[in-house]
């Protein structure tokens, strides 16, 4: 199995604007890259890193600026085995969390992402595509039956915090024990309650 990690070191994670600034923004989205390699690494895996730049980091990287589902259904085209797309903002993602989904039968695996996303998808099947953005989710199940396949979902509150919003980092901060909660705690981002919220403030 290939596993695919993409990542857009352009502008990343603009949602997060109300807590960090953009060099900030750089910086986490790289810390996040740099965990979710290590945990797929400790899956016994090597990740290639699908980048719209050399990232310059210590796992393969392909460069290839296309946008995020042209340039993923390129490598699927290409590949005869099966290929593993590991979203690189999965703060909270474990080695167990990912064998999980590595594990799981059917020629199409999924774990959602908060807010329609698909943070994992695994290709079994040489016919199925991706198509991100908007709500993928249910564009993966469709395209799964398209191509006469019963995807398989697996569900995962690790796998399925994926950052995007400030609040994201609350769960990064409460249940997370790797470098990306490290970064939070030493970049003074601490949770906080807003309206009945659970969300995050800058303490300084
Ligand atoms: N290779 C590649 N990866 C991308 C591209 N766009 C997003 N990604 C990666 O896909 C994953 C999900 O990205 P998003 O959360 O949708 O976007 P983001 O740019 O990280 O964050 P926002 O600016 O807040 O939308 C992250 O791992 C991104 O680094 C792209 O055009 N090419
Ligand atoms: C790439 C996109 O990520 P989101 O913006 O939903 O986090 C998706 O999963 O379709």
């Not at 060099?23 to 390699?37: I, N, T």
């Not at 398989?152 to 470098?179: C, K, M, N």
Request: negative net charge; charged residues 25%.
């Amino acid at each position: 199995m290939h596993v695919v990690v993409p990542f857009d070191a352009r502008e990343p994670k603009t949602r997060l604007s109300p807590v960090l600034d953009p060099g900030e923004r750089r910086e986490f989205a790289r810390v996040m890259l740099h965990s979710v390699c290590s945990t797929v690494e400790a899956t016994g895996h090597e990740p290639t890193v699908l980048a719209t730049a050399d990232p310059d980091i210590e796992w393969p990287v392909r460069v290839d600026d296309r946008s995020l589902s042209d340039a993923v259904n390129a490598m699927l085209a290409e590949r005869d085995d099966p290929v593993a797309v590991v979203m690189a903002d999965l703060a909270l993602a474990t080695p167990a969390a990912l064998k999980r989904v590595f594990a799981a039968d059917g020629e199409v695996v999924l774990v959602a992402g908060r807010g329609g996303g698909t943070n994992v998808a695994l290709a079994r099947h040489p016919d199925f595509r991706v198509d991100y953005h908007g709500v993928s989710i249910r564009d993966h199940r469709e395209r799964a039956a398209a191509i006469g396949v019963d995807p398989t979902l697996v569900d995962s509150f690790r796998l399925s915090t994926d950052v995007d919003e400030p609040a994201d980092l609350a769960e990064v901060l409460l249940h997370g024990q790797g470098e990306p909660t490290a970064w939070l705690r030493d970049h003074a981002v601490e949770v906080a309650v807003s309206d009945g919220r659970v969300t995050v403030q800058r303490n300084e």
